[in-house]
């Protein structure tokens, strides 16, 4: 089992940073990649930032340039970095861990923080 928690959510104005960090702990030692995923009211649920075990990142193409996934592995922390955020950038932000075993995959979420970017 892995146990995630995000932080750091909040509101800020249009054109200011969060740092969303997600701190694993459990079995984390052999997680494939680290995603964060976002929700707004009324929409589905969008990948939004990926890192993978050797350290590849993708991105949504809304936030790309903005955004930055970095794991810190010292602390068992995978940070999403958002820059100039926008009001459109407001959802609840979940991290989501993906772990493949044995031809099985197994997702582990965390309870999602709120980001809400007023204009």
């Known amino acids: 089992q892995v146990q995630l928690v995000e932080s750091g959510g909040g509101l800020v104005q249009a054109g200011g940073s969060l740092r969303l960090p997600c701190a694993a702990s459990g079995s984390a030692f052999d997680i494939n990649a680290m995603r964060w995923y976002r929700q707004a009211p009324g929409k589905q649920r969008g990948l939004v930032a990926t890192?993978?075990?050797?350290?590849?990142?993708h991105y949504a193409d809304s936030v790309k340039g903005r955004f930055t996934i970095s794991r810190d592995n010292a602390k068992n922390t995978v940070n999403l970095q958002m820059n100039s955020l926008k009001p459109e950038d407001t959802a609840v932000y979940s991290c989501?861990?993906?772990?493949?075993?044995?031809?099985?995959?197994?997702?582990?979420w965390g309870q999602g923080t709120q980001v809400t970017v007023s204009s």
């Open positions: 890192i993978t075990s050797s350290d590849s990142t």
């Open positions: 989501n861990a993906v772990r493949i075993r044995l031809g099985f995959k197994y997702d582990y």
